[in-house]
C-alpha cells in the first residue's frame, strides 16, 4: 500500500519455521468481500453520515498511510530480493524459494523521529505470514507495541493494536490506540483499501448495511466515487472545515 516515500528505517528479524505448530490466521474473508458488494442503498437521507466518515477517516490518513508503508517495508522484507544496510546492521531478504512451506515472524523496529537509529525504545511492529509453495499466505497479521512513526514536525505518532494486511486485496485494518505527539493516547481504528490505479477504498458501514467509498488517495479529494448496493455515484466534492458536494447515478442525485 505505497502511497510515497516516508523514509522509515527498517531493523527486521525474521525466524521461519516448518517443525512448529504454525499460528492460526485472523478470519478476515468477511472483511474483504465487503469491498466487493456494498449492501447498502446511497440515500438523501444517509448521505450526511457517509460525508462525515469520509471527514474523519481524511483526517487519519496520514497516519494510515504511514502505518501501511512501514507494514509494506516488513512484508517486502519476506517476499523480495535485496539487502538494506544501516548503522552496521544487515538484512538479507532472500525471494521464496518455490517448494518452501513454514511460517515466519517478523518484528519492525520502528523509526520515531531517528530513521537512520536502530532503538527499540521506539518500539516495534511484530507479524505473522503463513508461507506456502514459495508464495506468502493471506493475510499477514500482528500487533504493534508502543510504535512511534512520524508525524509532522519534530512530533510522533504511537500505536498500539492488532493490524492485519490482506496483501493481494490491498486491504489495512488497525484496531487499538494511538498517541500524537505529548496527547494521551485515544482509541484508533482505521480501514482501508489501496488499489492498482493509485487509489483508496473505505468502508462505511451504516445501520441499513455499508457502502464503499474511493478517491485518488489525496488528503483533500476533489471527487469521490460511492459505490451502493444498487451501482456507483460520481461525486464532486468541496473540501474544507467541512465538506459539501453533489453525486450523481443513473437512480438519480443526491446532496450534502
Excluded: K
Aim: proline share 5%; net charge negative.
Amino acid at each position: 500500500m505505497r502511497r510515497a516515500t516516508l523514509g522509515l528505517a527498517l531493523a527486521l528479524t525474521a525466524c521461519v519455521h516448518d517443525d512448529e505448530r504454525a499460528p492460526t490466521p485472523p478470519d478476515v474473508r468477511a472483511i474483504v468481500e465487503a469491498y466487493e458488494r456494498p449492501t447498502a442503498p446511497l440515500t438523501q437521507e444517509n448521505a450526511p453520515q457517509v460525508i462525515d466518515a469520509l471527514q474523519r477517516t481524511l483526517a487519519d490518513l496520514r497516519t494510515a498511510l504511514t502505518l501501511a508503508d512501514a507494514v509494506d517495508d516488513i512484508v517486502e522484507s519476506l517476499t523480495g530480493a535485496a539487502e538494506a544496510r544501516q548503522d552496521g546492521l544487515v538484512v538479507r531478504r532472500q525471494a521464496l524459494s518455490a517448494d518452501f512451506d513454514g511460517w515466519a515472524r517478523l518484528e519492525y523496529v520502528c523509526p520515531g523521529q531517528a530513521p537512520d537509529l536502530v532503538d527499540r525504545r521506539q518500539g516495534t511492529i511484530e507479524l505473522f505470514a503463513l508461507l506456502a509453495d514459495g508464495g506468502l499466505q493471506q493475510p499477514v497479521w500482528g500487533e504493534a507495541r508502543g510504535c512511534a512513526l512520524p508525524d509532522s514536525g519534530d512530533a510522533v505518532l504511537r500505536l498500539d493494536g492488532d493490524v492485519f494486511y490482506e496483501v493481494s486485496a490491498g486491504v489495512l485494518s488497525f484496531t487499538g490506540s494511538l498517541a500524537q505527539g505529548a496527547e494521551a493516547a485515544a482509541p484508533f481504528r482505521i480501514e482501508l483499501q489501496a488499489i492498482e490505479t493509485g487509489g483508496l477504498r473505505h468502508r462505511v458501514v451504516l445501520p441499513e448495511g455499508h457502502l464503499i467509498l474511493g478517491w485518488d488517495g489525496a488528503a483533500a479529494p476533489d471527487a469521490l466515487t460511492i459505490d451502493d448496493a444498487n451501482g456507483r455515484w460520481s461525486c464532486g466534492l468541496s473540501v474544507g472545515a467541512s465538506i459539501s458536494g453533489r453525486c450523481t447515478s443513473p437512480d438519480g442525485e443526491v446532496s450534502f
